[in-house]
Each structure stands twice: as structure tokens, then as C-alpha cells.
């Protein structure tokens, strides 16, 4: 049997590491700091060594565990696949002499990553290269996850995990989970990626079936869950205030509205205003300086409405750096003709402008289910106005004004798993 030496690897990627590799069959060992992971290492003598460095750490805080590897004849020849911060690849190239054959940057792509397993163990590694938007964020019990584009396996497997991490670093005691769907159509070739989304949100068991609500806007869910006993208490729902309303907590009993509820409840004060605050993916949000020729091609296209001239100039000069057009709109009627005839990744869309207002125009777009995603960029603060945008399918909420690459940014982060 194959024998895997993980060290260090933190709860999320060793878990889901695990799983991954003894579904093939492969044994797995666990080891923490430079000591343990070399005792480890002559004790059992591995097929490959998988190394997760911390985004607050460095490789260089492994050269006794490398060193030791590489003095010792019978361990010297066991290759070494790194899991870390991006680093210059002078730095990788001087750690080559460890048996390090790949370094990967976090965060990690998987299909890539289980690529290199593979080679090394001469095993075939199914990996579901699915695109898909996957974000989950803690707002006081309830956890929220959106999940956008598509179904991904990999991605479903790693939420089981991140869940239950979010509820121990939290300490909660009864917690709530709302799955958002709304941007996903559904049938029934996606009953078996729907079922291991259920059995992964229903794992934990500290997670009531009564406290999880679905929010879709087509039947297949509540269909499934019908014919499923073993899902029996989840509900579907097509309103997040609705949903909301159903699971906060007598404490917030006495806020006037649900829109007060929604806003207190879901958005923060800062500037920056998303459906999902954390990506679900082994590493920290990638620099603007970190693009990658894949990423300059990601977005192709680029609508930008607003009827602010300098504004649009500014997010033309920006987004030309990496999309192959960018086309400027000053007004939304303008748009709205286009709209159709054009084919975009991407929108930025202003709210306010003379003659069509932007909340009215998302609601039409989501009216005719239309799919490319939408980056909100509005001087309006208020929360409602904020709710309402949201919920009308805008992907991102950035309010006015930002630095230029900041609006970039975000559009790669939305548009990086296309």
C-alpha cells in the first residue's frame, strides 16, 4: 500500500487530504513540527512527503526537517511536494536538492495538485474540475454559503470540513446554516452532486436538519429532498427574508423590520459589501501583483455602466490591462440595448444615472435569468438599498470611490474559478 507523510497540514487540508488519498487506497500519516515529522519520516518511510507551510510562515523554517531528510540515505530519495505562501522561484529552485518536486502556492488548485500525487504514486486521481463559486461566512449563529456557477465535488467534500471548523472556532451551540443557490438551475443530472452537498452540510452532528434552509428559486431541491428521508426537516425557500425571519434568535426579536433584520443581521459597515466574505480554498486572497497570464485571459470582456465620464475612463484604463475589451456605457438604456447583443463576463454597474434606475435594471436581468455576474459600484450607503441590490443578483457591492485595482481586484477573486 501506498504511504502519503503529511506535516503540519492545517484541520481543512488535512481532512480533506485524507479523504481524498484513502479513497485510493492510500495510507496516510500525520506529523506536526521539524522533530516529530522526521521521527515520523524514518519510522515509516513514505512514498511522498506533502509539506503545508503556513501564509504566515516560511519554507525556510523547515531546513532541520530537510536537512535531516537529506542526510539520511534512506530518506534522502523520498520526493517532497510543498503547499505555501507564493515565494521567488530562486527560492525553490536552491530547496530543490530536498526532493522538493513541486511547490504549489496557496491557494491550491486541486486538479493540479492531485496531477502531481498521481504522477509520484502512479495512481489516477478523479478530480471534478467543475467551474464553481463556493463562499461561506459566519454572521453571529448562522453560517452562510453561496454557492454560484456550479456543483463542484471537491469543493462540496472541503465545506463538511470548513463547517465544522467555523463551529468550533466559534462555539456555537445551536447553529444555523442558509445554503444560497439562487444563481444555480437544477435538475436532475445534478441529483448526485445535490445529495453530497446535503450529507456534507448534515455531517456535523451538532447541526439540526430543522436550522439548515436551502435558497432556490427552482423545485429539483425540494424534490430531492422528498424522496430523501435522511433530509427530512431541511427546508427550501425562495426569500432570504423568509428564511432569515425562520432562524434568528429571539434576542433580535425586537428590531423593527426585516430589512433592519437583514442588514444588522448580514452586512457590516465597511465599504466593501459581499454575499460570501471568505473563499473556500486553502490559502489567503491572491495580490493584484500575484495575476497570472490564466488570469488576464479569465475575463474577456467587460461591460462598465455608469454615466460618470471619469469613472468610466478610469475602470477602462484599468480592467485594458487584462481583459481583451472593455465597453463603455454612459447611460443604462444605452445598455439595456446591448445588452442582448453583446456577450460579457463581467458588469460593473452604477446605480444611479438619469435615466434608468439600477436597482429596477438588476430586477429586470434577474427577471430573464440572466447569468453574467455583477459587480454593484454605488456612492449609496444605505443598507436597504444594499439588501435590495444583493438579493436582486448582484454578485458584489463596492461603494464609491475605490482605487481602481481595488475594483479589479474583486473582479478577478469573483470571476477566478470560470
Known sequence: ????????????????????????????????NNREAFTTLITQLPDLIVLDVDTNAKIEDYTDFLNDKYND?????IPVIVAGPTVDRSRITRLTKYGIV???????????????????LHLNFTIDTTPSLLEIHLNGDIIFVEIARGLNREKLIMLKYHISEIIDANNLQTPKIIIMMTDLQLSFVDGANLEL???????????????????????????LIDGHPQYAGIEVVKNLKDVLAQLVDESHA??????????????????????????????????????????????????????DAIVRKVLEAAFATICDKVVLYATGSEFVQNVNKEQFDLIILDLYMPDINGLQLLT???????????????QA???????????HGAKCYLVKPQKPEVVLQKAVELLRTR
Request: hydrophobic fraction near 40%.
Open 1 to 32: 500500500m501506498k504511504k502519503v507523510l503529511l506535516v503540519d497540514a492545517s484541520p481543512l487540508f488535512q481532512n480533506f487530504l485524507t479523504e481524498k488519498l484513502k479513497a485510493e487506497q492510500v495510507e496516510v500519516e500525520v506529523a506536526y
Open 73 to 77: 540515505p534512506n530518506t534522502r530519495p
Open 102 to 120: 513541486k511547490y504549489f502556492g496557496k491557494p491550491v488548485k486541486f486538479d493540479l495538485f492531485f496531477d502531481s500525487v498521481g504522477r509520484i
Open 197 to 223: 452537498l446535503f450529507d456534507n452540510v448534515t455531517a456535523d452532528p451538532r447541526i439540526n436538519r430543522a436550522n439548515i434552509k436551502i435558497l432556490s428559486l427552482d423545485d429539483f431541491s425540494q424534490m
Open 254 to 307: 425586537q428590531e423593527k423590520t426585516m430589512s433592519d433584520l437583514v442588514t444588522n443581521r448580514i452586512l457590516t459597515s465597511t465599504q466593501e459589501i459581499e454575499t460570501g466574505d471568505v473563499g473556500l480554498k486553502l490559502g489567503s486572497d491572491t495580490e493584484l501583483s500575484e495575476l497570472t497570464e490564466s488570469d488576464k485571459g479569465n475575463i474577456l470582456r467587460v461591460a462598465i455602466v455608469d454615466d
Open 364 to 378: 429586470d436581468l434577474q427577471a430573464q435569468h440572466f447569468q453574467t455576474p455583477i459587480i454593484v459600484y454605488s
Open 381 to 391: 450607503m444605505q443598507r436597504e438599498i444594499v439588501v435590495e441590490a444583493l438579493s
